[in-house]
């Protein structure tokens, strides 16, 4: 990993945590997993049966300056039941 402002490699190949922005620290410290699964991977499994449903839609109209129009609609259910 280097380093933008001299573009020389960071020390063990780790940004310092003084470079990092502290919002992003706070977040993931509260919403990320730390690692469970070897140096830096998270593994997990989710009990069964799972469901989750996703609704997504838009609508765009202009009808003048040549017209205009954006529709789009998505709908996705999954459903693992083992």
């Known amino acids: 990993m280097t380093d933008p402002l001299n573009g020389l490699p ?4 780790t ?5 990092l922005d502290p919002v992003a620290q706070k977040f993931t410290a509260d919403f990320l997993p730390l690692p469970n ?8 499994t989710a009990s069964l049966p799972y469901t989750d449903d996703q609704f997504t839609g838009r609508l765009d109209e202009n009808f003048s ?4 129009l954006m ?7 999954n459903r693992y039941l083992k």
């Open 71 to 77: 529709l789009r609609y998505l709908y996705d259910d």
């Open 15 to 19: 940004i310092p945590a003084s470079r």
């Open 65 to 68: 300056d040549r017209h205009h």
């Open 10 to 13: 960071f020390p063990n190949n």
């Open 37 to 44: 699964f070897g140096t830096n991977l998270f593994d997990y």
